[in-house]
């Protein structure tokens, strides 16, 4: 058999751990797949003393990154995460003939071209299929499967962890930080999870989908971002009420020759396709000029999910297939303006969902309507159930709107909380239908 291709892993926690697992226990497979075996070679941790689920020999493990440089390596796995330290040293292990497979979407949406300019320089390539929607070959269906379409449109759940709290909410009525700390438990979250919970990591893995679906490069701070930090289970409980779920969104699409794209929670229907992804699943609908609309649907975070994605990548370097799937030369070009044209906030338009918190008195409502109606908001629905009565008592309303300019929603949005008679902010979101 052909020699074997020698990984260096760097990291080996939740998704460290399941490509070693992978390589051992699935040797004789993909060996076979392969044409040679796949060998491990080198573990860098932090701290060598951890259990590593017995999935990695003791003799392997170092805390020296110097060594996936030195040690006769020809491709290495960054599984650590982060943009600093980690950051350096893949760039020193291209540089010192290394391929790389990553699972770090915001190492490449921060700095893909320099990474991906070091690999041309050295003649290296990077595999990233984990780094975007965990264990769905995403990448691969962008850059093999929809070659011969113009892609118009990406709509997507792209965060395991977000989603996993939602539909734990949604489905079983548990609060929010009970179910991020099982989401953490579970391996799902990023080390620091405030990235899952306020759409960072998600606009992360949207800017690498724009880039190879749009060919953009867009800056993260043009990407606008809300999490599901902020959610509410009165949100939740009301948006149900109305027929709708609330999923945290990550779309972009293109309109006359420029991109919208955002982050965002959104209320869909609850027949909606994306509205059915429950727990750390994700999807993303693809719309391409040729073959129309399609739909991906697997897991987006977690060991082996992950660690499947790592894999393939590792099988395409063995049998030298990443050039093609990669397409390590055209990726992040340098030196060329790659920044899209955003469409800004004032051509979008949406229906809304708001929900006020107001004091029970006569004409507060005629006052709520009255600013709506100024700035050219109509109301679609609106829901307010029966309060106490009592002088003090308080009620919530929630205003569902028909289709509106999302800057003249914002402006209604800004006169409510500035006339200050709503008792906290206004909370609101946009609808998809
Ligand atoms: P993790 O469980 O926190 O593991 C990180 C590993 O990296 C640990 O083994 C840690 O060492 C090691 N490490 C961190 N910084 C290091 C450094 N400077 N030098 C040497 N080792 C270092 O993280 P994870 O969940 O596996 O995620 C790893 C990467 O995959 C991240 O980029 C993440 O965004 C991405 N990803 C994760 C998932 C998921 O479901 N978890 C899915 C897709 C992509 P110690 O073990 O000694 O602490
Ligand atoms: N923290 C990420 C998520 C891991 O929850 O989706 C997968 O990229």
């Given at each position: 058999?052909?020699q074997?291709?020698?990984?260096?892993?760097?990291?080996?926690?939740?998704?460290?751990t399941g490509v070693?697992?992978?390589?051992?226990?699935?040797?004789?497979?993909?060996?076979r797949?392969a044409?040679?075996?796949?060998?491990l070679?080198?573990?860098?941790?932090?701290?060598?003393?951890?259990?590593?689920d017995g999935?990695?020999?003791?003799?392997l493990?170092?805390?020296?990154?110097g060594?996936?440089?030195?040690?006769?390596l020809?491709?290495?796995?960054e599984?650590?995460?982060?943009t600093?330290?980690?950051r350096?040293?893949?760039?020193?292990?291209?540089?010192?003939g290394?391929?790389?497979?990553?699972?770090n979407?915001a190492?490449?949406a921060?700095?893909?071209?320099?990474?991906?300019?070091?690999?041309?320089?050295h003649?290296?390539?990077i595999?990233?299929e984990?780094?975007?929607?965990?264990?769905?070959?995403?990448?691969?269906?962008?850059?093999?499967?929809?070659?011969?379409?113009?892609?118009?449109?990406?709509q997507?759940?792209l965060?395991?962890t977000s989603?996993y709290?939602l539909?734990?909410?949604?489905?079983?009525?548990?609060?929010?930080?009970?179910?991020?700390?099982e989401a953490?438990k579970?391996g799902?979250a990023?080390?620091?999870p405030t990235?899952?919970?306020?759409g960072t990591d998600?606009a992360h893995?949207?800017?690498?989908?724009?880039?190879?679906?749009?060919?953009?490069?867009?800056?993260?701070?043009?990407?606008?971002?809300?999490?599901?930090?902020?959610?509410?289970?009165?949100?939740i409980?009301?948006?149900s009420?109305?027929?709708y779920?609330?999923r945290l969104?990550?779309e972009?699409?293109?309109?006359?020759?420029k991109?919208?794209?955002?982050v965002?929670?959104v209320?869909?229907?609850?027949?909606?396709?994306?509205?059915?992804?429950?727990?750390?699943y994700?999807?993303?609908?693809?719309?391409?000029?040729?073959?129309?609309?399609?739909?991906?649907?697997g897991?987006?975070?977690?060991?082996?999910p992950?660690?499947?994605s790592?894999v393939?990548?590792?099988?395409?370097?063995?049998?030298?297939?990443?050039?093609?799937?990669?397409?390590?030369?055209?990726l992040?070009?340098?030196?060329?303006?790659k920044?899209?044209?955003?469409?800004?906030?004032?051509d979008?338009?949406?229906?809304f969902?708001?929900?006020?918190l107001?004091?029970d008195r006569p004409?507060?409502?005629?006052?709520?309507?009255?600013?709506l109606?100024?700035?050219?908001i109509s109301?679609?629905?609106?829901i307010?159930?029966?309060?106490?009565?009592?002088?003090?008592?308080r009620?919530?309303?929630?205003?569902?709107?028909?289709?509106?300019?999302?800057?003249?929603?914002?402006?209604a949005?800004?006169?409510?909380?500035?006339?200050?008679?709503?008792?906290?902010?206004?909370?609101?979101?946009?609808?998809?239908?």
């Open positions: 058999m052909a074997a291709l020698r990984i260096g892993l760097l990291g080996c926690g939740t998704v460290g070693a697992r992978i390589l051992s226990e699935k040797a004789q497979q993909l060996a797949i044409g040679r075996p796949l060998e070679c080198r573990v860098v941790v932090r701290d060598p003393s951890k259990s590593r999935a990695v020999p003791q003799h493990l170092s805390t020296d990154p060594t996936l440089c030195n040690d006769p020809d491709v290495v796995v599984v650590a995460g982060g600093g330290a980690v350096d040293a893949v760039l020193k292990c291209l540089g010192a290394r391929d790389l497979v990553t699972a979407k190492l490449l921060e700095y893909g071209p320099e990474i991906f300019e070091k690999a041309r320089k003649g290296r390539a595999g990233f984990a780094a975007v929607a965990g264990g769905i070959p995403i990448i691969r269906v962008i850059t093999e499967g929809m070659v011969a379409n113009r892609i118009t449109a990406i997507g759940i965060n395991g989603n709290i539909s734990k909410m949604t489905d079983e009525g548990l609060n929010y930080a009970d179910v991020l700390a953490q579970l799902y990023e080390a620091d990235l899952d919970v306020d998600a893995k949207l800017s690498i989908l724009a880039h190879l679906a749009f060919g953009v490069q867009p800056p993260l701070e043009s990407i606008p971002r809300r999490g599901i930090d902020g959610i509410d289970a009165v949100d409980r009301f948006a009420e109305l027929g779920t609330i969104l990550a972009s699409w293109n309109r006359e020759g991109l919208a794209m955002h965002s929670p209320l869909l229907r609850k027949q909606a396709p994306l509205a059915q992804v429950r727990g750390a994700n999807a993303v609908a693809l719309v391409g000029d040729a073959v129309e609309d399609t739909l991906y649907y897991k987006g975070a977690g060991m082996l992950t660690a499947s790592i393939a990548d590792l099988v395409d370097l063995a049998v030298s297939r990443e050039r093609m799937v990669h397409r390590t030369g055209l992040w070009p340098v030196g060329v303006s920044e899209p044209a955003i469409l800004p906030d004032t979008l338009k949406s229906r969902y708001l929900r006020l107001l004091p004409g507060i409502m005629a006052e709520v309507a009255g600013i109606a100024t700035h050219r109301i679609a629905s609106v307010q159930h029966e309060s106490t009565g009592s002088p003090d008592s009620v919530q309303m929630v205003i569902m709107t028909h289709e509106a300019p999302t800057s003249d929603f914002r402006m949005v800004e006169e409510i909380n500035r006339r200050g008679f709503a008792v906290l902010p206004v909370t609101h979101y946009p609808v998809a239908d």
